[in-house]
């Protein structure tokens, strides 16, 4: 059964920071991770999706990283503004193919606080 | 806009009471997925669709019925409702593109509580 951690589960920094929010996961056949925001009493909003093929993807002041072989994705962002202040949530993808893609297994969240 | 759109957003059920909570999605995606928030639970997977005609159980089904007879819609069913139930229910839906899973975008929740 796949189980996907995320470290740590707070994190407060001054802003302008540079920050990285981890995610590990127990099975390596992961097809694809996502990492999601949410603000509270929300959705989730997508931020970044890397394929198993794929090592990392950026978007903004955003990059993700994915290494299946030691089971960990990493979330960096950079130059941290209060708007980051979130809940952020990554999820694994089972990779097993067919009706495997239905399913996605989330951590239990970062909550980053980003003070002025 | 296009996207996933859940109804209701708030929803107080006596344990016992039926109902349907409703999503809609106007993307034409084949995936879809139903799923509960609950504070140092995360997030689990009740039921989800590879497409019209066909669902499967996720990690929580019991007490949740769901079909699947359009691509747009899947409704979530609660048979009797418990207060074990009381949660935030997330629908989303995705597709598969050609570099693979698109990955999955979310409805803004269904907050229910069962009394």
């Known amino acids: 059964k796949q189980e996907v951690t995320q470290i740590p589960a707070a994190l407060s920094v001054p802003e302008g920071e540079n920050l990285v929010l981890n995610c590990s996961f127990t099975d390596s056949a992961i097809y694809n991770l996502q990492w999601f925001r949410q603000d509270p009493g929300k959705g989730l909003t997508s931020l970044l999706l890397?394929?198993?093929?794929?090592r990392e993807q950026t978007s903004g002041r955003l990059n993700a990283s994915l290494d299946k072989s030691s089971g960990r994705s990493t979330l960096y962002i950079a130059a941290s503004q209060p708007g980051d202040s979130a809940t952020y949530l990554c999820a694994g993808g089972l990779g097993a193919g067919g009706t495997s893609y239905g399913k996605l297994t989330f951590g239990q969240g970062t909550i980053l606080t980003v003070h002025p | 806009n296009a996207g996933v759109t859940q109804t209701p957003k708030f929803q107080v059920l006596k344990t016992g009471q039926s109902m349907t909570l409703q999503c809609a999605q106007d993307?034409?995606?084949?995936?879809m997925s139903w799923y509960r928030q609950d504070p140092g639970m995360g997030l689990r997977l009740i039921h989800y669709?590879?497409?019209?005609?066909?669902?499967d159980q996720g990690e929580v089904p019991n007490g949740y019925n769901v079909s699947r007879s359009t691509t747009e819609d899947f409704p979530l069913r609660l048979l009797s409702a418990a207060p074990s139930q009381t949660s935030v229910y997330f629908c989303?839906?995705?597709?598969?593109?050609?570099?693979?899973?698109?990955?999955?975008?979310f409805g803004s929740g269904t907050r229910l509580t069962v009394v």
């Open positions: 993307m034409n995606h084949e995936y």
């Open positions: 669709s590879v497409g019209a005609g066909i669902t």
């Open positions: 989303a839906s995705s597709f598969i593109a050609l570099v693979g899973f698109a990955g999955y975008t």
């Open positions: 890397i394929q198993s093929s794929q």
